[in-house]
């Protein structure tokens, strides 16, 4: 298996904090970037401030 792309990283990052956070309504990012940095960390198989990192450079091009 490859790496994942950022894309994939991003778009799996995005659907556990809609889902999380009732799509922002619940958002406490003390509590919620940390997790989901973990998650797509424990999916992808990445370091998870390298989730935090695709995700926050994705997240200013958009």
């Known amino acids: 298996m490859g790496h994942p792309s950022k894309v ?3 778009t799996f990052m995005v659907n ?3 889902g999380l956070t009732n799509y922002g ?3 406490i ?3 919620h970037d940390p997790e989901i940095a973990r998650l ?3 999916k992808f198989g990445i370091v998870a401030t ?3 990192r695709t995700f ?7």
């Open 8 to 10: 994939d990283i991003f």
């Open 16 to 18: 556990k904090y809609n």
């Open 25 to 27: 309504t619940n958002y």
């Open 29 to 31: 990012p003390v509590i």
């Open 40 to 42: 797509a960390s424990d």
């Open 50 to 52: 390298d989730a935090d």
């Open 56 to 62: 926050i450079k994705k997240e200013m091009k958009n």
